[in-house]
């Protein structure tokens, strides 16, 4: 082994390791301490939303077992634990006087993770807007925002003194484009116009977030964290070319542009215009809100994607890629695309496809065309079909080498340049995956739904190796072997 090889597989002194989870998708326990019912409660006790009618009424039952989950995280040997705060547990109808029971369990989780020696990185919005807000409007509505606004500056008065950093919104994508364009998250709306707007008003609470918790807690360190993704070109075709730079538009420069260079891309104002009400919710001032400076961008990788003009699956098809059958959502038909996949690629039990070199392209893509802003991979993980042996283990060596590849191309982003000083494995637990409910298992601990039973998995002690000596397994050594 060369000594470069020998250089990338260690990590500089600080850099973060940690783990991550959100409130709906571990909590459980949604009517305690007078919680109020979120967009996911209604969306996933909607019959026909959520694989098995799934919901996150109980989880993984985090709430009342937390104690045993920190004790994990001490046994994993992470640095930091990201998690979020559940709106509707905080302020029950998304305004007015916060609830100090549904804070004090947030004190508990920062208390208990400072008495082992590990870093809380709130995470303010995962998805769980309270339903009331919904019913007047949701993010389409400019006042969500505000509302928004308000709830963080609760959150940072109560956990500022114990809480350094500070993540405003995660995947604004996703709830934008998932929940009001493609319909498959909650609330379930199929409107590219109402999705485009919720996009605007997501980073508009996001600047006015970064606001509230910085006047909250002056030194706090405050970023978002975005599903960035890597988006190419079935083939040299102009049409595909184009097709890839819409989707590249939707995507990443409908956040990176607004949020690092204050305006929206010429070509997705162009594309939107006439979606209502759309982009045209965009109010003088907005963009000097939402540009405000953050210290840091959080980043979500799991996948790249290939993507096709509308009009040339059989040419995809003709080049190799499998084309999906299946009708194309409202984003992609909006947008004049389908997604293919390449057959040689391997995938996870989510059909992702995995090549961690992706995540170098990513990071080193943001580092060329953004400048240099410490970045932290918010998110990285994969689910597979795990079981537990006869013995009671759970050896689940490919999401080793999906997590050490990805790993790697951290490293090699930090080589090429690009600033990255943390990796959160997603996620800590098996968990509530959405309209996927608990089919899809990404945990470094499986969770034993019926009884709540916790099973580190071999990945759980392979990264608390990887933690521990801050460094990967030589490459070429069997990545799987724990
Ligand atoms: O489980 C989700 C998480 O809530 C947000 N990012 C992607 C993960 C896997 O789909």
Same mark, same amino acid.
């Given at each position: 082994?060369?000594?470069?090889d020998?250089?990338?597989?260690r990590?500089?002194?600080?850099?973060?390791?940690?783990?991550?989870t959100?409130?709906y998708?571990?909590?459980?326990?949604?009517?305690?301490?007078g919680?109020?019912?979120?967009?996911?409660d209604?969306?996933?006790?909607?019959p026909?939303k959520?694989?098995?009618g799934?919901?996150?009424?109980i989880a993984?039952?985090?709430?009342?077992?937390?104690?045993e989950?920190?004790d994990?995280?001490?046994?994993?040997?992470?640095?930091?634990?990201?998690?979020?705060?559940?709106?509707p547990?905080?302020?029950?109808?998304?305004?007015?006087?916060?609830?100090?029971d549904?804070?004090?369990?947030?004190?508990?989780?920062?208390d208990?993770?400072?008495?082992?020696?590990i870093?809380?990185?709130?995470?303010?919005?995962?998805?769980?807007l309270?339903?009331?807000?919904?019913?007047?409007?949701g993010w389409?509505?400019?006042?969500? /925002?505000? *509302?928004? +606004?308000?709830? @963080? $500056?609760?959150?940072?008065?109560?956990l500022?003194d %114990? #809480? =350094? &950093?500070?993540? !405003?919104?995660?995947?604004?994508?996703?709830?934008?484009?998932?929940?009001?364009?493609?319909?498959?998250?909650?609330p379930?709306?199929?409107?590219?116009?109402l999705?485009?707007?919720a996009?605007?008003h997501?980073?508009?609470?996001?600047?006015e977030?970064?606001? /509230?918790? *910085?006047? +909250?807690?002056? @030194? $706090?360190?405050?970023?978002?964290s975005?599903?960035? %993704? #890597? =988006? &190419?070109?079935a !083939?040299d075709?102009?049409?595909?070319?184009?097709?890839?730079?819409r989707?590249?538009?939707?995507?990443?420069?409908?956040?990176?542009?607004?949020?690092?260079?204050?305006?929206?891309?010429?070509?997705m104002?162009?594309?939107?215009?006439?979606?209502?009400p759309?982009?045209?919710?965009?109010?003088?001032?907005d963009?000097?809100?939402?540009?405000?400076?953050i210290?840091?961008?959080?980043?979500?990788?799991?996948?790249?994607?290939?993507?096709?003009d509308?009009?040339?699956?059989a040419?995809?098809?003709?080049?190799g890629?499998?084309?999906?059958?299946?009708?194309?959502?409202?984003?992609?038909?909006?947008?004049r695309?389908?997604?293919?996949?390449?057959?040689?690629?391997?995938?996870?039990?989510?059909?992702?496809?995995?090549?961690?070199?992706?995540?170098?392209?990513?990071?080193?893509?943001?580092?060329r065309?953004?400048?240099?802003?410490?970045?932290l991979?918010t998110?990285?993980?994969?689910?597979?079909?795990?079981?537990?042996?006869?013995?009671?283990?759970?050896?689940?060596?490919?999401?080793i080498?999906?997590?050490?590849?990805?790993?790697?191309?951290?490293?090699?982003?930090r080589e090429?340049?690009?600033?990255v000083?943390?990796?959160?494995?997603?996620?800590?637990?098996?968990?509530?995956?959405?309209?996927?409910?608990?089919?899809?298992?990404?945990?470094?601990?499986?969770?034993?739904?019926?009884?709540?039973?916790?099973?580190?998995?071999e990945?759980f002690?392979w990264?608390?190796?990887v933690?521990?000596?801050?460094?990967?397994?030589?490459?070429?050594?069997?990545?799987?072997?724990?």
């Open positions: 082994m060369s000594e470069t020998a250089d990338l597989d990590f500089p002194a600080g850099f973060l390791f940690g783990t991550a959100a409130a998708q571990v909590e459980g326990s949604v009517h305690a301490d919680r109020g019912p979120s967009i996911w209604t969306f996933s006790h909607t026909g959520t694989r098995n799934d919901t996150g009424d993984c039952d985090h709430f009342r077992r937390y104690d989950d920190l994990l995280m001490t046994e994993l040997g992470v640095g930091a634990y990201r998690f979020s705060v559940s709106w547990r905080v302020q029950p109808t998304g305004k007015g006087p916060a609830s100090t549904g804070l004090d369990f947030y004190r508990r989780l920062v208990g993770l400072h008495a082992r020696g870093e809380p990185v709130v995470t303010l919005y995962h998805w769980d309270p339903q009331p807000l919904q019913d007047a409007g389409p509505e400019r006042d969500t /925002a505000a *509302r928004f +606004a308000e709830y @963080a $500056a609760i959150v940072a008065q109560a500022g %114990g #809480v =350094a &950093r500070w993540i !405003t919104v995660n995947e604004p994508w996703c709830a934008a484009w998932l929940g009001y364009g493609m319909g498959v998250h909650a379930g709306l199929t409107d590219v116009g999705a485009a707007a996009h605007h997501l980073l508009l609470g996001h600047g977030a970064v606001a /509230a918790v *910085r006047s +909250a807690v002056p @030194a $706090a360190q405050i970023g978002l975005l599903n960035l %993704g #890597v =988006a &190419r070109p !083939t075709d102009p049409d595909d070319v184009a097709a890839a730079l989707v590249d538009g939707n995507q990443n420069r409908m956040f990176l542009d607004p949020l690092l260079r204050g305006s929206y891309p010429a070509d104002l162009e594309h939107y215009r006439g979606r209502l759309g982009l045209s919710v965009i109010r003088d001032g963009l000097q809100v939402i540009s405000r400076p210290d840091f961008l959080g980043i979500n990788f799991y996948s790249p994607g290939t993507v096709a509308a009009s040339r699956a040419q995809a098809n003709a080049a890629y499998c084309v999906p059958d299946e009708q194309p959502n409202p984003v992609s038909a909006d947008l695309v389908i997604s293919v996949t390449r057959p040689a690629f391997p995938q996870t039990a989510m059909g992702w496809e995995i090549e961690p070199g992706a995540l170098t392209e990513l990071l080193t893509r943001v580092r065309d953004y400048g240099q802003i410490p970045m991979v998110e990285n993980g994969a689910a597979f079909d795990d079981y537990v042996e006869p013995e009671g283990t759970v050896r689940d060596p490919e999401r080498r999906y997590l050490d590849g990805h790993l790697r191309a951290v490293l090699q982003a090429a340049g690009a600033d000083q943390g990796y959160f494995v997603w996620s800590l637990l098996d968990n509530f995956e959405w309209g996927f409910g608990y089919s899809k298992r990404f945990g470094l601990v499986w969770i034993d739904y019926p009884t709540g039973t916790r099973i580190p998995k990945s002690r990264y608390a190796r933690t521990q000596e801050g460094a990967l397994p030589p490459s070429g050594n069997d990545a799987g072997s724990a």
